[in-house]
């Protein structure tokens, strides 16, 4: 009998979970969501229910993917039948792993996860942290879950997810914005606006391709000729002091995701107003 994995809130990234799950065959998936027409886009074998205490009930796994304002009300309610020896997941950006032991109760076993939007098609990263609870069955278990949308690395705090929130959870609007306006700039040079974009992505795709396997600062070289049109854009990067307006950039995503778990971890129920689901 295959292992139940549930998950609370039938979101985007819900969605792209369960849905890459189920082509594998290896659990049975439940939805808990209010909405219809969220249910509606899953598809057996994926189950859906409005009740979040029957889907968590008996999953080896409950993934909460609800909005961050309110987790905590969702985990009071489902709190009572959450045992020991359940995984409980929390997606929600923004909120600490001892808020969520705190509302839960002692000795529940709980991983919180920071992922991005590329694993909504399968390409993404996320940042995991346990608490002393999770056994190594459970890091696997929430490795083969969270694993459905990309690549999975195991932080030791929150605070290191607060930097992974900034540099990978913030990170592909970062790299949106560079395509935006190169996109821009080809076009400005003439080019079709639907070309511009073509040669941007493939090219970034294809950077990022290489950068798995080689150290980026090289490549650079490799790629700059003295005197030639790489060299002259790079020193036009550098006179605009490109490191430091990146690096003044994830500074503030960091303190600004410190800043919503000092919020998070603040009163119950006095959640941080309209922070929304995502970095």
């Not at 139940?4 to 939805?31: C, K, P, S």
């Not at 009300?73 to 808020?99: D, K, W, Y």
């Not at 690395?153 to 607060?162: G, Q």
């Not at 798995?212 to 650079?220: K, M, S, V, Y």
């Amino acid at each position: 009998m295959n292992e139940r994995i549930a998950f609370v809130g039938g979101g985007n990234m819900a969605h792209a979970l369960a849905t890459r799950l189920a082509g594998v065959g290896t659990f049975d998936l439940v939805v808990s969501e209010p909405l219809a027409e969220q249910r509606a886009r899953f598809e057996p074998p994926i189950t859906t229910t409005v009740d979040n205490v029957t889907a968590v009930r008996d999953a080896a796994a409950v993934v909460l993917a609800v909005k961050p304002q309110v987790l905590e009300t969702v985990v009071r309610e489902i709190g009572g039948v959450v045992r020991e020896g359940q995984l409980v997941v929390s997606i929600a950006a923004g909120v600490p792993l001892a808020s969520v032991e705190r509302w839960l109760g002692n000795r529940r076993s709980v991983v919180r996860c920071m992922p991005n939007t590329p694993a909504l098609v399968g390409a993404g990263i996320s940042g995991l942290v346990a608490n002393a609870a999770v056994s190594p069955r459970q890091r696997r278990l929430a490795e083969a879950v969270l694993g459905a949308g990309g690549e999975v690395v195991w932080f030791d705090s929150d605070t290191d997810l607060d930097v992974v929130t900034a540099l990978s959870g913030s990170g592909p609007a970062y790299f949106f914005a560079v395509i935006e306006a190169l996109e821009a700039a080809g076009a400005r040079l003439g080019l079709a606006p639907e070309t511009a974009r073509r040669l941007v992505v493939a090219t970034a795709d294809g950077a990022a391709k290489m950068a798995r396997d080689d150290d980026p600062a090289e490549l650079r070289k490799r790629v700059t000729s003295p005197g030639g049109t790489t060299e002259r854009a790079l020193s036009i990067l550098a006179e605009r002091s490109l490191p430091e307006l990146l690096d003044a950039a994830v500074e503030g995503a960091f303190q600004r995701s410190r800043e919503l778990a000092r919020e998070f971890a603040g009163e119950p129920g006095q959640p941080p107003d309209g922070q929304q689901q995502g970095a």
